[in-house]
């Protein structure tokens, strides 16, 4: 599923425009960002939480010519899906 395609589904379900469920998503992401580059956390209870975690600096090779590299320590985001999310998704369906 490809972002318009989230947009006309979201629009869809909550019986928005398109416009509006664009600016929700936009406002969403931009919040999310703004929590995350700040050091905290967002959860959402069920669905799954976000979060910034620290990556050591670590050895590499390049795929392309095999060189050794080292990888600079760093940050990145984590999604961690919650018990709800993880249901839905993993549960076979019935017969």
Do not use: C, H, W
């Not at 931009?30 to 050091?39: M, N, P, S, V, Y």
């Not at 010519?65 to 080292?70: D, F, L, N, P, V």
């Amino acid at each position: 599923m490809n972002k318009q395609e989230f947009l006309a589904e979201v629009a869809k379900k909550a019986e928005l425009s398109k416009k509006d469920a664009a600016t929700f998503l936009k406002a969403y992401e931009e919040t999310i960002t703004k929590a995350l580059k700040k050091g905290d956390s967002v959860t959402f209870v069920g669905f799954g939480s976000y979060s910034v975690v620290k990556t050591a600096a670590r050895k590499g090779k390049n795929p392309k010519t095999g060189e050794a590299i080292k990888i600079p320590a760093g940050k990145r985001v984590k999604f961690k899906a919650g018990a709800t999310l993880k249901n839905a998704v993993s549960k076979p369906k019935k017969k």
